[in-house]
């Protein structure tokens, strides 16, 4: 096993289409856990494989407590089949080093994949969990799509990717989501705890 050397953002592998896995072969379980002790080595929250140069439909998470045991969750070629309600979701991304910005995501998912034996698998995650938005944010990874993406405010996003030396939002990409952005601000009015909760999650991660 070993870690690999992260992409940054700017490079064109993290904008491509990436593919299906046709077998969950012993090269590819070799890979996911390369990508596992890369995503730990840099204390990520998830992993998806442009971002370690392979254009594949593989991703990984461990959104438990980085002090008790891992708990890693391999997804290979997963399908996001259910999302619903609307998050502020403040990110960064290992592909970014240091920089975080607000986004949009979904409150609620349920996504199928297959684990790393191959057989498949349906997880859910609610009220813009730590889950939820890593499910959302590495599958975009598979996409070619990145979380600046949907950022909700392009200009303090580019002060931030500007303050780290990375390339500014690329205008073209962002995604359009009034809608989302409505449910937002609905969301937020009828669930105050979710926002309080993550206000609190993230003054936990500041300290
Ligand atoms: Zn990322």
Partial sequence: MSILKIIEYGNPILRKQTKEVSKVSKKIK???YDMLD?????????????QIGESLR???IDVSDPSGPV???????????????????YEGCLSFPKAYTNVRRY????????????KPFVKEAHNGELLAR??????????GKLFIDHCRNRFE????????????????????????????????????????????????TEN
């Fill in 30 to 32: 070799n890979l996911v």
């Fill in 38 to 50: 890369t995503m730990y080595a840099s204390n990520g929250v998830g992993l998806a494989a442009p």
């Fill in 58 to 60: 593989i991703f990984v």
């Fill in 71 to 89: 708990h890693p969750l391999v997804f290979i070629n997963p399908k996001i089949i259910k999302k619903s309600g609307a998050i502020n979701s």
């Fill in 107 to 118: 409150a609620d998912v349920m996504i199928k994949a297959l684990d790393i034996n191959g």
């Fill in 134 to 143: 890593a499910i959302q944010h590495e599958f975009d990874h598979l996409e």
């Fill in 157 to 204: 996003t580019n002060e931030v990717l500007k303050k780290y030396n990375l390339p500014s939002v690329d205008a073209d990409r962002l995604i359009d989501e009034d809608e989302l952005e409505e449910a937002i601000v609905e969301y937020e009015k009828e669930h105050p705890e979710v926002v309080e909760k993550l206000k609190k999650e993230l003054e936990e």
